[in-house]
């Protein structure tokens, strides 16, 4: 009797009856993943293969409004997290143009560098603090998982193409990390020139709106701390100026910034 109860669930719960979205399928894989962790016991499941698997599923759910969709974005955060903790990677660039197949549209691929822009976005704009907090988890995991070519990439696209200001001003902290690991290994290009000709340009750029309204220099005060925060940390850690922030670069680039922001055309007026 049982045999027949069970072979008649079976024809009657299936994926024609009974079909599952993208959410669904984040959630049961996210309940699953939780359970078994929140129990202790083994997982038997490949990082890699659930990547391959669910990454496009996960990055679908996180594309969405974040203020729209915190049921599904937490679920996709949370599966993501524990992959990012299950995998050692060092990707290249060739990497990072790698083109993930979109399960919403047949055909249509995502590149991987699209990941890191979503995640940024989640991280930058979901209402929910905590959702934010691991997604920021999330962009860390994903710039120490690049090798240096890849690190400088990101960076500057977080720096420099990144839309929100938020997540530009928590990319210093992260960039000042960086550079401190690299003193501390004795070795790599964020303890060189580097730092200064690429990412100092980015960082260091005044608000043509600070001189006529206060209020927008408060708005930006954040960034203007973290950014001087790192140039004081490189006076007291360089101390053989291995990043050169001695040089006449650094005053170039802060006159750059200053002479940028200023109003030409009052300024000839004046004269």
């Given at each position: 009797i049982d045999e027949e109860?069970?072979?008649?669930?079976?024809?009657?719960?299936?994926?024609?009856?009974?079909?599952?979205?993208y959410e669904g399928i984040a959630s049961l894989l996210s309940i699953s993943l939780y359970n078994q962790l929140a129990s202790?016991?083994?997982?038997?499941?490949?990082?890699?293969?659930?990547?391959?698997?669910?990454?496009?599923?996960?990055?679908?759910?996180?594309?969405h409004r974040p203020s729209d969709r915190i049921n599904a974005i937490d679920k996709a955060i949370f599966v993501a997290l524990y992959i990012s903790d299950k995998i050692h990677v060092n990707l290249s660039m060739e990497d990072i143009e790698t083109i993930i197949e979109d399960p919403a549209e047949i055909g249509v691929g995502i590149p991987v560098t699209r990941i890191f822009q979503v995640v940024s976005s989640v991280a930058s704009t979901c209402p929910d603090a905590s959702i934010r907090f691991f997604a920021y988890h999330l962009v860390r995991k994903f710039l120490a998982f690049g090798n240096e070519q890849v690190k400088v990439f990101l960076y500057q696209e977080l720096l420099d193409g990144?839309?929100?200001?938020?997540?530009?001003?928590?990319?210093?902290?992260?960039?000042?990390?960086?550079?401190?690991?690299?003193?501390?290994?004795?070795?790599?290009?964020?303890?060189?020139?580097?730092?200064?000709?690429?990412?100092?340009p980015l960082i260091f750029k005044v608000n043509k709106a600070w001189s006529q309204r206060p209020s927008e220099f408060w708005n930006d005060y954040s960034h203007v701390m973290q950014a001087l925060n790192l140039y004081?940390?490189?006076?007291?850690?360089?101390?053989?100026?291995?990043?050169?922030?001695?040089?006449?670069?650094?005053?170039?680039?802060?006159?750059l910034a200053i002479d940028s922001s200023m109003d030409k055309s009052e300024y000839k007026q004046d004269e």
């Open positions: 109860v069970i072979e008649n669930d079976r024809q009657m719960i299936n994926v024609r009856l009974y079909p599952l979205n202790q016991h083994t997982i038997d499941l490949d990082a890699f293969d659930l990547a391959k698997t669910y990454i496009g599923i996960l990055i679908h759910l996180m594309m990144c839309p929100f200001p938020s997540m530009k001003t928590a990319a210093i902290g992260i960039l000042k990390d960086q550079i401190d690991q690299s003193f501390q290994d004795d070795k790599g290009v964020f303890a060189s020139p580097l730092v200064i000709d690429v990412f100092f004081y940390y490189l006076l007291l850690r360089d101390r053989h100026n291995r990043v050169s922030y001695h040089s006449s670069s650094v005053l170039y680039i802060l006159i």
